[in-house]
């Protein structure tokens, strides 16, 4: 049988048949219409018209670097283009903000006037991611130097917190004078580098340069308004965006430390010290960093890649954040001691370091061993509420083994080793004594109260206590009149918070009722009326001598009105000890408080015992 030559289709010519079932399709080399497969199967055949594509050859190397050339530049140029959006955006914030000033708190709505060309902008930092709480700026080291680094933030350039009123750069660069030569000093807890600019403290320290230029402000309407400015972004950043950072720990406590200049709108300095409270738990500054090796997770991503930098998991501690922690604590022990509405920040082992570690560091900032001796002598203070003659809350006479006179001998040697301890080059320093008058004045205050805490018999030891407490009141008034005027407008909330102290003791210890107690020597001995004239002669020249409100002849400043109320404490002190009858013997206060219906005065209620001020009660 002779067989039909056949061979396979050439390629891309398999009939219709052969290409659906995806069989080899063989032809008859001999010229037959039909292929062995359509054939065998008596099918129509039909070449299959359709074609498959080759598949490409591989690009070649220089094929492909061009090709990742060309999606470098792509990314490159849209880098630079999202660069240059936001520097657009930055510089349209700027000139808005020239053009346009915020009306003054006295015509809300009225337009302002523009800016001149040296006017210093306000800018955000550069801020972390929230979910990291991490800094929005960078840190300063005690050399002056930057130990936090920036975090680049896709928001950077929105401004955060502008102005109540926009600063030319000469006004500027005097509250920055006036903060770090007269402010700082009394309240060491925050430092300032020499090579600091005010430019640097915006963008770096921005709500903390607000609340500079809040209380270094000379007008009494800008004051007032940068003061609701300051609660308004404190009730953003904090309450609405849940930030925590340095920065805002820092300007709350600047605000607190001189919130007298507050204090006579909606005084708010407690609710205040408790969100530093709350800043210093979230950055963990109140303790030393985690050494516990499970938080070294949280310092990567799922992917093992590093977080941006976040304070609270940083392994070292800067000087600035053990000034922000021992700074925190002064200021609430000051609060709690003369508002007595919060408790003071607890005392841990911690702080011990940081006070030793600053002491150290005084070769470089001399102010952080003024600070360290201050609140030395707070703790000691701090001491005294813990007894309980304190308050009156318990069977003063039974509580202790030891009579009370033993403790107020212990609390006074406790001053004196502070004071033996105190470098030379501070010994004469006039804030560091008034502190000591203060302390010494705090401790043998206890021989006011009317409690049997002494011996029978004679009471020599409550004498005793009573005229060294005469003595520190009249030591502190002493100093504190030598000082001019024109520091006044530096004095910390605590050295007002001791005058206010100062008045009371003194008024106490002029009508203090016992058979064997001299008034007439003790009025002999201080005048609280001449006092308070010299304190409402400093007070009333403090505006000229520090150029407050220069264009308002009106005395709306805080000290004009401070002078007022201790003027009307002048007169009713002279007119009740005028018609104070021979046989009475004594003044009782809270009557003659009571005529005065001072009970719409804040100020004067915190000063005199009422209100926000509590007194021991076997003190009346």
Known sequence: MNQVPISSTPFRRACVNCARAKAKCIVDLSGGPKCERCLRLKKDC??????????????????????LEKKLDGLVSLLTNSAQSKAQAVNRFD????????????????????????????????????????????????????????????????PRCQEAQLQTLSEANESLEIFRSQMIQYCPFVFVPPSATVEELRLQRPFMWLCVTAVTSKSSAQLVARGQQIRHVISQRMIVDGEANIDLLFGLLIYAAWSHYYIFSKPIVTSVIQLTHSLLFTLGLNKPPPKDAACLMLEYD??????????????????????AAIGCWSISQMVSSYFQKSDTL??????????????????????????????????????????????????????????????????????????????????????????????????????????????????????????????????????????????????????????????????????????????KLVRDSIDLSAILHQVVTNFVAVKATARLDPDSREDNDVFSATSRRIKAIRDWWDAKITAESVDSGHLNLEETIGDMDLSDDIWLRDMLGLGDYQFDPYMQ
């Open 302 to 323: 799922a992917r093992g890649c590093p977080r941006p930098f976040n304070p609270n998991l940083q392994r070292t501690r800067t000087m600035e954040d053990r000034r």
């Open 46 to 67: 039909q070449i299959s018209l359709a074609s498959r594509k080759r598949t490409t050859n591989k690009q070649s190397s220089s094929n492909k670097t061009a090709r």
């Open 95 to 158: 000139s808005s903000a020239a053009s346009a000033q915020l009306p003054s708190p006295d015509s809300p709505g009225s337009p302002g006037t523009t800016a001149n060309s040296n006017t210093v902008h306000d800018r955000r930092a550069p801020a972390a991611n929230d979910q990291n709480n991490g800094p929005t700026n960078g840190s300063y080291s005690s050399d002056g130097t930057s130990v936090h680094p920036h975090v680049p933030d896709q928001n950077a350039g929105v």
């Open 346 to 519: 607890k005392w841990t082992p911690y702080f011990d370091e940081c006070l030793k570690l600053l002491a150290e560091n005084g070769t470089e900032s001399p102010a952080d061993v003024l600070l360290v001796h201050i609140v030395r002598l707070q703790l000691v203070v701090e001491k005294i509420p813990q007894g309980s003659w304190h308050d009156g809350q318990v069977d003063i006479a039974g509580c202790f083994q030891a009579p009370v006179v033993f403790y107020v001998k212990a609390l006074q040697t406790q001053i004196s080793d502070v004071r033996r301890n105190i470098p030379a080059e501070l010994q004469q320093n006039e804030m560091l004594l008034l502190h000591q008058y203060s302390a010494e004045l705090t401790v043998h205050e206890i021989a006011l109260s009317k409690a049997p805490i002494f011996s029978s018999g004679p009471d020599f030891q409550r004498f005793e206590s009573l005229w060294a407490c005469l003595q520190a009141a009249k030591n502190w008034f002493d100093l504190f009149l030598k000082f001019p005027p024109i520091l006044y407008i530096g004095f910390s909330m605590l050295t007002y918070t001791e005058l206010a102290h100062c008045f009371v003791a003194v008024c106490r210890i002029s009508t203090f009722d016992h058979p064997e107690w001299d008034l």
